[in-house]
């Protein structure tokens, strides 16, 4: 098959919600569709289990289980669909976020009850950074919820995008009929509650048929009419507007009942993109080009002490990946050659002589690999960098043990190069602060320290309220920033500056005093 035809026929998403809209839920589903597991239950996604928050060794264990289960590939109507997996658990926000950066679209996925809740607000925000297309999921129309119309006003308002339903639901929760599928003009009856099957389907071209009257009772009339105030307040679906992130189409469902799944993947392979130009530092790279680029999103160390080997998640941007062929790692300056390169399949992972652009590969690493390598052919090429977010979270780590120093120092170095954690250091002294987005992290990183490189850390408090990444034109009005912050401004592992700003009021304060500086919470800007 050509490069071109491998390219079209790929689509690669992650599923994102709040936890407990039903995204485990979702992914088995649609695993189910493809082929890629049999049984309900088979996934043992990212999703870290209730009850574990405050055990971070069982979280660890499951995210090590989870690594299989982190891309999941299978074939549904020719179509190569790799799903992207990202953990459940808020703590490892930063997880999700770089994985938004190897995906080419989204699904969110909405509890009809809780609407829009805070991590998909948060992470709408990254997909709309990058205008990734997103489609919405509403889940759990078996159960009663919001008002289709109020829900569809508040996706828009709260997530800041266009919404247009391409499914709608008729009732819901204990009086439930099903939903009409908008895209393929078919009504989906919500009969069965058996899990493993599809729902039955009843063909509806014409909606104002009599016998869908004796299927809908007693909602035949008011679903008619909510459709016709649909078409009349939504415009056309337009599909240029959903490919550049403008547009979200709706589908309502029930993933639990694998209710509305199958119309959302067969309309999501119908207009979800395939693998699209990148913009890269030096210039904008198209899949179609022979030669090999891509970059790691994503690092995971192994479980096991005693093989301090990692997997670096891949992602290929551009032309055909081949096992065991010279590549150019950018940043090292080297050629590297891979033996065992693995493609995730749902439960298994098997190695690989070809991936396509699109395509995720796991690639075994002994540390040569930092979030956001680039591979290439050759080409001094490197994609743009992926967005740091500032920290919610901070902590002074100092040594715990005199004699380990080295060990520390290569243990947090490495931590960070996974993206455990971000590390400032504060210019005025040299200390090192690490900032996370949950306090899980602080117990995993001492957990690994002790037991991946033998050292010991202790952390100190420090109060901070963000940390934020600059720029201006104004270079004077830099300089006298600086000099008179220069308690609180530290370096960034890329050895940006940073104002460590402790409280709201001082970041206020600053943006005053200093009107030609931008401050950002982003590392990209
Ligand atoms: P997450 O990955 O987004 O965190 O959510 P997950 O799929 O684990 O779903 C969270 C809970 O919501 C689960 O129940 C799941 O069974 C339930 N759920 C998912 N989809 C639907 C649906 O369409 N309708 C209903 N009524 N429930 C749904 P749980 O009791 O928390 O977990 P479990 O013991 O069932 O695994």
Redesign the pocket.
């Known amino acids: 098959m050509s490069l071109n035809k491998e390219i079209q026929r790929r689509r690669t998403f992650a599923i994102i919600?709040?936890?407990?809209?039903?995204?485990?839920?979702?992914?088995?589903k649609l695993l189910l569709f493809g082929g890629a597991i049999h049984v309900a239950g088979a996934v043992k996604?990212n999703?870290i289990k209730?009850g574990a928050t405050s055990d971070f060794m069982e979280i660890e264990r499951q995210r090590g289980i989870s690594v299989a289960t982190s891309v999941m590939g299978f074939e549904y109507r020719d179509v190569k669909i790799n799903i992207l997996d990202t953990p459940?658990h808020q703590d490892f926000a930063e997880d999700t976020y770089r994985t938004l950066t190897a995906v080419d679209s989204v699904i969110i996925?909405v509890d009809v009850a809780k609407g829009v809740e805070a991590q998909t607000r948060k992470l709408m925000e990254v997909c709309r950074m990058r205008n990734t297309p997103v489609i919405i999921f509403v889940?759990?129309?078996?159960?009663s919820g919001k008002d289709p119309f109020e829900l569809l006003d508040e996706l828009e308002e709260e997530l800041k995008i266009g919404v247009r339903p391409l499914s709608w639901p008729i009732s819901m929760g204990p009086s439930f009929k099903g939903v009409y599928d908008m895209y393929q003009k078919k009504l989906n009856l919500f009969e069965s509650s058996d899990k493993q099957t599809i729902g039955n389907y009843i063909e509806a071209t014409d909606i104002n048929a009599p016998e869908v009257d004796t299927y809908l009772e007693p909602f035949a009339d008011s679903f008619r009419e909510e459709l016709d105030l649909v078409n009349g307040v939504y415009p056309e679906f337009d599909n240029e507007e959903y490919l550049n992130g403008k547009l979200a189409p709706v589908f309502f469902?029930?993933?639990?009942?694998n209710?509305g799944v199958k119309d959302l993947l067969d309309c999501f392979i119908d207009i979800a993109p395939c693998p699209r130009p990148i913009e890269s530092q030096q210039r904008v790279v198209d899949p179609e080009e022979e030669a090999l680029t891509g970059f790691v999103f994503k690092i995971h160390a192994n479980m096991d002490p005693n093989h301090r080997d990692r997997i670096a998640f891949f992602k290929i941007c551009s032309g055909v990946f081949e096992r065991n062929k010279p590549y150019t790692h950018v940043r090292l300056g080297k050629k590297l050659k891979f033996s065992t390169p693995t493609a995730f399949m749902a439960e298994k992972k098997t190695i690989i002589d070809k991936a396509y652009p699109g395509d995720i590969i796991g690639i075994h690493d002994t540390g040569n690999f930092k979030i956001g390598d680039t591979l290439t052919a050759g080409e001094d090429l490197k994609y743009k960098g992926l967005p740091s977010f500032s920290p919610e979270m901070f902590k002074y780590i100092e040594n715990g043990d005199p004699m380990k120093y080295k060990q520390l120092a290569k243990g947090i170095d490495q931590l960070m190069d996974e993206g455990v954690a971000q590390l400032f250091t504060s210019k005025l002294n040299g200390r090192k602060i690490i900032g996370t987005v949950g306090a899980l992290q602080y117990e995993v990183i001492q957990y690994r320290l002790l037991h991946e490189y033998g050292a010991t850390c202790k952390y100190e408090p420090i109060h901070l309220y963000k940390a934020c990444w600059f720029e201006s034109d104004n270079d004077a009005q830099i300089e006298d920033f600086k000099k008179r912050k220069h308690t609180a401004i530290a370096f960034d592992k890329h050895g940006r500056d940073v104002f460590l700003a402790d409280s709201s009021y001082s970041l206020q304060m600053a943006q005053e005093k200093f009107p030609d500086i931008k401050f950002h919470f982003t590392s990209e800007f």
Do not use: Q, Y
């Open positions: 919600s709040h936890p407990d809209a039903g995204k485990t839920t979702l992914t088995e996604s999703k209730k459940g996925v889940n759990k129309l078996d159960r469902g029930s993933a639990l009942n209710f």
